[in-house]
């Protein structure tokens, strides 16, 4: 059974870090790309970074870059996306996604139809 799941949300403040992570089982083979998701309430989803299977391409979302990093342990079929400077506006829930057997990103990040299983999500809130 193909299953990713995220962890490492929670409070934080402005300013401050926290660190998702996505482990993935399941698969077949490491041939997929990670993406990551995330909604706030009242919105709709929106796409935030990728990664490729080999870890080499990663895009990111124009709202986050900077600010955020994506990056892969394939010994661990894992996933993270560390996240510094937080604002209130990344307050949402953060989603990971495998677009499998695809090994790369697309140009646009923000492609959630085009990723095939999805976590059941992460909790981000960021408030002072």
């Known amino acids: 059974q193909l299953q990713l799941v995220e962890s490492g949300g929670g409070l934080v403040q402005p300013g401050g870090s926290l660190r998702l992570s996505c482990a993935a089982s399941?698969?077949?083979?490491?041939?997929?790309?990670i993406g990551w998701f995330r909604q706030a309430p009242g919105k709709e989803r929106e796409g935030v970074s990728c990664?490729?299977?080999?870890?080499?391409?990663?895009n990111y979302a124009d709202s986050v870059k900077g600010r955020f990093t994506i990056s892969r342990d394939k010994a661990k079929n894992t996933v993270y996306l560390q996240m510094n400077n937080l604002k209130p506006e990344d307050t949402a829930v953060y989603y990971c996604?495998?677009?499998?057997?695809?090994?790369?990103?697309?140009?646009?990040?923000?492609?959630?139809?085009?990723?095939?299983?999805w976590g059941q999500g992460t909790r981000v809130a960021v408030s002072s």
């Open positions: 996604s495998a677009d499998w057997p695809n090994r790369a990103c697309y140009n646009d990040v923000n492609l959630p139809s085009q990723y095939d299983y």
């Open positions: 399941g698969f077949t083979s490491d041939d997929y790309a």
């Open positions: 990664i490729s299977s080999n870890g080499e391409g990663t």
